[in-house]
Each structure stands twice: as C-alpha cells, then as structure tokens.
C-alpha cells in the first residue's frame, strides 16, 4: 500500500511564503516524477511543478521566479516552496508521484495523488 501525505497549507497574506511537503510511505521501489497540481473552485486541476529522480524540474509559467520544487530522494518526500504569493494562487494543492511498489514487474509504474491541501492568499 503506498500513500502520499502532504502538509503545510494554510492562510497567508498576498506576497507571503508557505512550504508544502508531501511525503511518500508504504512499499515502494521506486520514485520517478513528483509533481504538485493544484485546483481553484470551478476550474479544472493544472500542473504547476515537476521533478524528474534525476533533478530535471519544469515549471508552470504562472509560477516561475516565485515558487521552487524540490525533493529529497532517501526521505521519499517533495517540497514546493511558494515565494510571494498572490490572491490567484488560492487552490487546493495536490501532490502526485509516479511510482513502482515494491514487487512490482520493472515496467509497472502507477500514479497515486495526496488527499490535497488547501491554500489561501487574501489581498
């Protein structure tokens, strides 16, 4: 059984930071791609960040220069730090990872995604 728990959400004032974490337990073999995704109320879920096992990230425009992924390979966790945050940025975030549980046939790669977790920027 393989799960993604994320924390660090919350209310932050526009032009604040907040540090997401999502962390993932349970049987793995392997991690390849770690991304956040995130949803506003009435519009469909977007990709904001990714990072490859090998460090090669990609980058929504509408958060490049403000926000950075980043991941810790032995920790199976991945963080997404949100630097000077705007009201559009009001979302629920979901963390998504692509990962081969442990047993699995060296091709069997299956995406799981956290339960979400909310961020709000007030003006």
């Known amino acids: 059984q393989v799960q993604l728990v994320e924390s660090g959400g919350g209310l932050v004032q526009a032009g604040g930071s907040l540090r997401l974490s999502c962390k993932a337990a349970?049987?793995?073999?392997?991690?390849?791609?770690m991304s956040w995704y995130r949803q506003a109320p009435g519009m469909p879920r977007e990709l904001v960040a990714s990072?490859?096992?090998?460090?090669?990230?990609n980058y929504a425009d509408s958060v490049k220069g403000r926000f950075t992924i980043s991941r810790d390979n032995p920790k199976n966790t991945v963080y997404l730090q949100q630097n000077s945050l705007k009201p559009e940025d009001t979302a629920v975030y979901y963390c998504?990872?692509?990962?081969?549980?442990?047993?699995?046939?060296?091709?069997?790669?299956?995406?799981?995604w956290g339960q979400g977790t909310q961020v709000t920027v007030s003006s």
């Open positions: 998504n990872a692509d990962i081969s549980p442990d047993g699995s046939r060296w091709w069997e790669v299956y995406g799981y």
């Open positions: 349970g049987s793995i073999f392997s991690i390849h791609v």
């Open positions: 990072i490859t096992s090998d460090g090669t990230i």
